[in-house]
């Protein structure tokens, strides 16, 4: 039998949505948010602007407001993140400096590292995690990635050898 759970994070502005055991074919239709997909079990046909993509367990959706998709296939269990288009604008703004919202392609990914971690900012959403709890994650993740970045500079090496 299909369950659906939602719940509603005001301060971030997103919502965490979880979907099991879905049997149900999804005619053509938009959203107008963005939608992080997370696919969890099953097979499904995701046909968006006129091209089939196959959705397996692992996969990455990622939709943009106003894209075309349906989707249908074997019974699945799948998690979405559904973001505001202001609020991604924001993010893309802060985390990546992007001029506007993003604009993803191709709509399903895979990435192992990503989806663990979209997984466990769901889990967070769906279980009522702080806010502080969350950011101090996010704002370690940035500057981690940013430690990367300035090590693999050669003329960093000598840091890297001190740190060791």
Not at 27 to 33: F, G, K, L, W, Y
Not at 58 to 75: K, M, N, T
Not at 134 to 147: F, S
Request: proline content about 6%; charged content about 25%; hydrophobic content about 35%.
């Amino acid at each position: 039998m299909e369950q659906k759970q939602v719940r509603h994070d005001g301060a971030l502005g997103v919502d965490a949505v979880t979907f099991q055991d879905v049997e149900r074919h999804f005619p053509n239709h938009v959203h107008s948010h963005y939608v992080i997909g997370l696919m969890d079990k099953g097979l499904r046909t995701l046909t968006c602007q006129n091209r089939s993509h196959t959705l397996s367990p692992g996969d990455i959706l990622l939709l943009g407001p106003g894209i075309s998709h349906c989707c249908d296939g074997q019974p699945m269990s799948y998690r979405a993140l559904l973001i505001g288009e202001e609020t991604m604008d924001r993010l893309g703004r802060e985390l990546a400096d992007l001029p506007g919202p993003p604009v993803f392609s191709p709509p399903v990914v895979r990435d192992e590292a990503l989806f663990q971690a979209l997984s466990q900012f769901h889990t967070q959403i769906m279980e009522g995690g702080s806010l502080l709890e969350r950011e101090v994650r996010r704002k370690q993740a940035q500057i981690d990635a940013l430690l990367d970045e300035w090590f693999a500079h050669p003329n960093n090496n000598y840091i890297r050898k001190i740190l060791k």
